[in-house]
């Protein structure tokens, strides 16, 4: 059986098919505020594990394609760091590359957090989008979250921030998927006539390396707190493909001492329990049998230096 997700560069030049008579694609942008759920979304969307997610506010750092092919259309959805106030260089990366996607879509979904009130963050957002001529789609996420009670106020207050805006209203819950199916056809519906721009069983244009760091940064997301998550960098060293094991050399960037401490933990427990669980992710993204191995590194600073962020993959992109 074929990896699910493969890097695109290998295959492109014969398999894309030529599109049926009427079909429908472009690229769909999903923008938001951090932890909105922007990357559980297009997870749901696509039907597989793509993008990583967390509590942790910031947890997207590059922009990730993630693509689904039906009978009628191709829609590639852009999932992108959240947008927020940055502090250090890093986040003017991420808030940039944000930006920049805006611009080279064909549709965008603002998604906010239908469980609590329209905030500051995304009226900030409304206004970026009001400078673009795309269609825009207001895409209320978490209404599992919604207590009867409370709701009527709160979609009430969505209601008329989407009218402010002319926008159409969708309602949604990405982890239950409620309201997802109602969310695609209105996405399909504003997407101009066009080719297939993947192969029809990509689902996504990132290589499988770059995946298994981020799901190496999930569990660390997951098992760390306060300022370690937001340290971590990883770069994939080796991967090594046997017939009966693929082996992963990794490490792990932090910018402190004390952070690389905490991430090895008592006699290597953390670094044991994030090795765990990031192997069994990895196995399922590759669908075969994993040993992975992690290292501690610490760089200094590197998310206030130009070049370490290169280095680590975090560039402006165009
Ligand atoms: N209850 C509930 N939780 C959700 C829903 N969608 C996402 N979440 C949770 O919200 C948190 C953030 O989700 P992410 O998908 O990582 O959010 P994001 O917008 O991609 O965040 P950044 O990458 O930091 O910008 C995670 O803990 C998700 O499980 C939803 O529909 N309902
Ligand atoms: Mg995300």
């Not at 990794?250 to 994030?274: C, D, F, N, P, Y």
């Amino acid at each position: 059986m074929p990896h699910p997700v493969m890097d695109v560069s290998d295959r492109l030049p014969s398999l894309i098919p030529a599109s049926p008579p009427h079909f429908k694609s472009g690229f769909v942008g999903l923008i938001g505020r951090p932890n909105v759920g922007k990357s559980t979304l297009m997870n749901q969307l696509v039907g597989q594990k793509i993008a990583i997610t967390s509590p942790v506010a910031q947890t997207t750092r590059n922009r990730l394609r993630g693509i689904v092919t039906t009978d009628t259309a191709q829609l590639i959805f852009v999932d992108t760091p959240g947008i927020h106030k940055p502090h250090h260089q890093l986040g003017n990366i991420l808030v940039q590359n944000a930006c920049t996607s805006i611009a080279v879509v064909d549709v965008i979904v603002l998604i906010v957090d239908g469980s609590v009130p329209v905030g500051k963050g995304d009226r900030y957002i409304a206004n970026l989008l009001n400078t673009s001529s795309m269609p825009v789609l207001l895409g209320v996420n978490k209404i599992d979250l919604c207590t009867p009670e409370a709701s009527p106020d709160l979609m009430a207050s969505y209601n008329i921030f989407a009218q402010e805006q002319g926008w159409p209203i969708f309602s949604f819950s990405a982890l239950t998927q409620i309201g997802l199916s109602q969310l695609q056809v209105a996405i399909e519906t504003r997407l101009p006539e066009g080719p297939y721009y993947y192969p029809p069983d990509l689902v996504t244009d990132q290589p499988e390396r770059f995946i298994m760091g981020e799901l190496i940064r999930e569990q660390i997301l997951h098992l760390t707190r306060e300022e370690v998550p937001h340290s971590v960098a990883l770069s994939i060293e080796k991967v090594e493909e046997t017939p009966k094991i693929t082996r992963v050399l990794a490490t792990i960037h932090v910018e402190r001492e004390s952070q690389k401490s905490i991430l090895i933990g008592k006699q290597g427990s953390m670094l044991k329990t994030i090795g765990i669980e990031a192997r069994q992710q990895i196995q399922k993204l590759i669908n075969g049998k994993v040993y992975l191995e992690l290292f501690v590194k610490v760089q200094p600073k590197w998310r206030q230096s130009q070049n370490r962020l290169a280095d680590l993959g975090y560039r402006i992109e165009s």
